[in-house]
């Protein structure tokens, strides 16, 4: 019979690396936040000023694009009842507004890509505790430059190893925490053996309302 007893560090349950999803200079690093639960908190800001400007002026070229192809669309309707208008005037008048249209399907896509931008240059947190702010106010980052970690301190969770023989025996057991018995249950089993660990299945357990994270625990299946 395997010796169904585990030591693990109690962790939160998500880590999470936020990286820049695009190139920027950091206008705003709020260092305040560091080592603290967020709220609604904004982290890390990159400067979105000619994104702003350039939004802008595509928004007023977009509303200027639509005026054009409702006059341009209306002169070509009228233009197809009148006989005395050549095929090649008519279609030189449809190429107007085909062109207009795909100029508007350009503005379109290009206010998306801006809006997304100015969206990802602008980092804010709900919940999650802030760990290790890498950027200062300054620096100039590029997509995948690490800015920040975050933990979701939601509930915690123990990573154990258990050999992959002796998995089916521990799968209806109690589980005791520290020599106590929990209602807890195994949360995951990856029944694909673990890279360093190749002789055992990964098995992660979820612990709610966590008061101290980062200790040891001892895990028992009885």
Not at 97 to 105: D, G, H, Q, Y
Not at 129 to 148: A, C, E, F, H, M
Request: no cysteine.
């Amino acid at each position: 019979m395997f010796a169904s007893v585990f030591y693990a560090k109690l962790e939160p349950v998500e880590s999470y690396k936020v990286k820049a999803a695009v190139s920027g200079k950091v206008i705003y690093s709020n260092e305040d936040i560091e080592g603290k639960r967020a709220n609604n908190t904004l982290v890390i800001k990159l400067d979105s000023f000619v994104d702003e400007v350039d939004l802008k002026q595509t928004q007023n070229k977009l509303e200027a694009i639509q005026t054009m192809i409702d006059i341009e669309g209306k002169n070509y309707n009228r233009m197809k009842k009148v006989s005395s208008k050549s095929d090649f005037e008519k279609d030189t008048q449809r190429l107007k507004v085909i062109n207009l249209e795909t100029s508007k399907a350009d503005a379109l896509i290009k206010i998306a890509n801006l809006k997304d931008s100015i969206k990802n240059k602008k980092l804010l947190e709900k919940n999650n505790y802030i760990y290790n702010i890498s950027v200062k106010n300054g620096d100039y980052v590029t997509p995948g430059t690490l800015l920040y970690e975050s933990k979701d301190l939601s509930q915690g969770k123990l990573t154990i190893f258990v050999p992959i023989a002796d998995i089916e025996s521990i799968k209806n057991k109690n589980i005791y925490l520290d020599d106590k018995k929990s209602d807890l249950k195994i949360t995951k089993i990856y029944i694909v053996a673990d890279s360093e660990h190749i002789s055992s299945y990964r098995v992660e357990i979820y612990v709610p309302n966590v008061k101290k994270f980062s200790r040891l625990v001892k895990i028992e299946f009885k």
